[in-house]
């Protein structure tokens, strides 16, 4: 492109977030092979007030000859004598809505007036350069955006399988508990049944004590409480009866074998 346009030199300086504060940066370079000497390298904005009010503005920058510059821009001036630059065309640089740099054409070897071809080579190209670094940092912001978001989904997920470990182990001991209360109502159930217990109205003898069981069959009291219940008798006779029937025992609280 410089070469197309009869400049000696072709650049491209970007600069960072901070205008007064960061230099621009002398990002790229095309230069003829012939040409030797000192070139622009990165340099604080502040040092070219002239030139850098114009490019914020979205301004081009056009000096014919810099010997003729006008006396505000002596700063820039002097530097341009120290480089042994004759003529300079800028066009800043965009990207989005900010002022992110400059590019632009240098004649080492002679003063150039610049075409307005020139400004509408360095526009065009200042413009795609633009798009195309705020597609680059809009991608780089979405990379990061996206990466964050992963980071994100990955730690949900460790937490999310251990609360669901969590849960499932405590729907095993849940599910072990309530087999424990089953077992143990099973096991109650049995004991209980093992109980035997009398109810209701027994139909007995006044005049031998017999019970009469629900077959019809007369039973001894003993034998039919024995049947139905967990108690067991032991065989005596009471003080009455001692009396009665042995007689040459004499008097006793009562007899048991």
């Known amino acids: 492109m410089g ?3 009869k400049a000696n030199r072709a650049y491209i300086f970007l600069m960072g977030d901070h205008i007064e504060e960061v230099p621009m940066k002398h990002t790229c370079e095309w230069h003829l092979d012939e040409l030797s000497g000192e070139t622009l390298q990165d340099f604080p904005v502040e040092i070219f007030p002239f030139w850098t009010e114009k490019l914020k503005k979205g301004q081009y920058v ?3 000859s810099a010997c003729r510059m006008p006396a505000e821009a002596g ?18 640089l965009f990207i989005g809505s900010v002022f992110s740099g400059m590019i632009g054409f240098e004649s080492t070897v002679r003063s150039l007036e610049w075409l ?3 400004v509408e080579m360095l526009r065009v190209a200042s413009e795609m350069l633009g798009r195309a670094i705020e597609r680059k940092m809009q991608e780089n912001e979405l990379n990061l955006h996206r990466a964050h978001l992963e980071k994100l989904v990955e730690s949900r997920t460790v937490t999310l399988r251990k609360l669901n470990e969590q849960l499932l182990r405590e729907i095993k001991e849940r599910e072990k508990a309530h087999q424990q209360r089953e077992q143990y109502i099973v096991e109650l159930k049995e004991a209980m049944g093992k109980i035997k ?3 209701g ?8 004590k017999k019970i009469r069981d629900d077959r019809g069959y007369w039973q ?4 039919y409480v024995r049947d139905h219940s967990e108690a067991q008798f032991s065989h005596g006779f009471c003080p009455e009866c001692v009396k009665k029937l042995y007689p040459e025992v004499g008097e006793v609280d009562d007899l048991e074998f």
């Open 201 to 208: 109205l027994l139909p007995i003898c006044s005049g031998r």
């Open 75 to 92: 700063d820039e001036k002097e530097v341009l004598d120290n480089l042994g630059i004759k003529s300079i065309l800028m066009y800043p």
């Open 197 to 199: 217990t009398l109810r």
């Open 62 to 64: 056009h000096i014919k």
């Open 220 to 223: 001894m009291l003993e034998i």
């Open 3 to 5: 070469k197309l346009r």
């Open 116 to 118: 307005e071809e020139d």
